[in-house]
């Protein structure tokens, strides 16, 4: 039995796959059954003075592999898969530790937040702007161009090639509602099954 007597507990996530600790917050006993019922981090925000899901606002949810409770039973640990980034910056951790590997989730939150702030400077928000067909369009071109630089044995001018699909990629991904993780969750699947 867990110990709320004093409302609220300390509560450590760590990914399941990498036991990297993501973050930490706090649960009070509804944030906690709410969680065990939606399989989701839920914690009570002290700032907001609610109970908020992890994820709620940008998706990027913790899903709930594990649950440990310490020896006095006044704190959690949780295991979960995260579903994106988790700090709110973009980081992976909320310690603004970015697996280079993921730095594409963080490129994809920046992507969110120049639409989001409707930024008229911005390259992305005037791209979004123009529609589905130009997105596509653009995304073509720089395809053209990576197959175009892959004939040469400029490695520089590939790789910057390269950089420019999977970024026009991912404001596509945007533009359909997307997200870098639903791809990656099919590819996950399909390594599973080889």
């Given at each position: ?25 706090y649960m009070n006993q ?78 994809e939150n920046i992507i ?74 099919i590819l996950e699947n ?5």
């Amino acid at each position: 039995m867990i110990n709320f007597k004093k409302g609220l507990i300390p509560v450590i996530v760590q990914d399941s796959k990498t036991d990297k600790v993501l973050m930490l917050g706090y649960m009070n006993q509804e944030a906690y059954k709410k969680s065990i019922d939606e399989k989701k981090v839920t914690f009570y925000s002290r700032s907001k003075k609610r109970l908020w899901t992890k994820g709620e606002i940008s998706k990027n949810y913790l899903f709930i592999k594990d649950i440990l409770v310490d020896c006095d039973k006044d704190t959690l640990l949780i295991k979960a898969k995260p579903s994106g980034p988790i700090c709110h910056k973009g980081s992976d951790t909320c310690w603004k530790e970015i697996n280079n590997k993921n730095f594409l989730f963080c490129l994809e939150n920046i992507i969110s937040d120049r639409i989001k702030k409707k930024q008229e400077n911005s390259y992305i928000y005037q791209l979004l702007k123009k529609g589905i067909n130009r997105i596509s369009q653009k995304l073509g071109e720089e395809a053209v161009e990576l197959i175009i630089e892959s004939k040469d044995n400029n490695k520089n001018l590939f790789l910057n090639e390269s950089a420019d699909l999977l970024f026009h990629y991912l404001i596509l991904l945007k533009k359909k509602g997307l997200k870098i993780q639903d791809v990656i969750n099919i590819l996950e699947n399909r390594h599973l099954k080889s």
